[in-house]
């Protein structure tokens, strides 16, 4: 008789990521945890599953059959896990919502961001501007961005 063991939300949080990146380097920096971090969670899913996950080639990893027949059952965990957190947390929360980011931080942080927004409010629109800091702040004064990740333009404004 086997033990039976969890798979743990995070676990699957970084295969999804790592599966649409097919790098663990990659989804290190989008998931903002160590490279090894990753590696583990990779490790502990392939232990749960008893199979491997991923052909691991030279920088670059694809999917085994095992890994993509999984993929279908984690995106739907994940799924069922965000939408039992809101209708948990009674958040009705509706609209749109407009953010403002500079192109060289754009393919670094914009997909986090945007997950993480979309699993905490999944009924609010989200319009994406990509534009110099120096566009975006008189734009976010103005009223017509909501939400800005900018650098620092001037000493007196801005976090280093």
């Given at each position: 008789?086997?033990?039976?063991?969890?798979?743990?939300?995070?676990?699957?949080?970084?295969?999804?990521?790592?599966?649409?990146?097919?790098?663990?380097?990659?989804?290190?920096?989008?998931?903002?945890?160590?490279?090894?971090?990753?590696?583990?969670?990779?490790?502990?899913?392939?232990?749960?599953?008893?199979?491997?996950?991923?052909?691991?080639?030279?920088?670059?990893?694809?999917?085994?059959?095992?890994?993509?027949?999984?993929?279908?059952?984690?995106?739907?965990?994940?799924?069922?896990?965000?939408?039992?957190?809101?209708?948990?947390?009674?958040?009705?929360?509706?609209?749109?919502?407009?953010l403002g980011i500079p192109d060289d931080y754009a393919?670094?942080?914009?997909?986090?961001?945007?997950?993480?927004?979309?699993?905490?409010?999944?009924?609010?629109?989200?319009?994406?501007?990509?534009?110099?800091?120096?566009?975006?702040?008189?734009?976010?004064?103005?009223?017509?961005?909501?939400?800005?990740?900018?650098?620092?333009?001037?000493?007196?404004?801005?976090?280093?």
């Amino acid at each position: 008789m086997s033990v039976e063991r969890d798979l743990e939300i995070q676990w699957l949080r970084t295969f999804n990521s790592v599966a649409q990146t097919c790098s663990m380097t990659k989804s290190s920096t989008l998931l903002n945890r160590s490279q090894s971090a990753i590696s583990m969670h990779i490790k502990n899913l392939e232990s749960v599953l008893e199979g491997e996950l991923f052909h691991r080639e030279i920088r670059r990893l694809t999917l085994t059959t095992l890994g993509q027949e999984f993929l279908i059952h984690a995106d739907n965990i994940l799924k069922a896990h965000r939408s039992a957190i809101v209708m948990a947390k009674e958040q009705d929360l509706t609209g749109k919502i407009s953010l403002g980011i500079p192109d060289d931080y754009a393919v670094s942080f914009f997909p986090a961001i945007l997950r993480a927004i979309n699993e905490a409010y999944p009924q609010v629109e989200i319009s994406f501007v990509c534009e110099p800091s120096t566009t975006l702040v008189p734009r976010i004064e103005k009223g017509e961005i909501d939400i800005g990740i900018i650098t620092q333009d001037r000493t007196d404004r801005g976090e280093k």
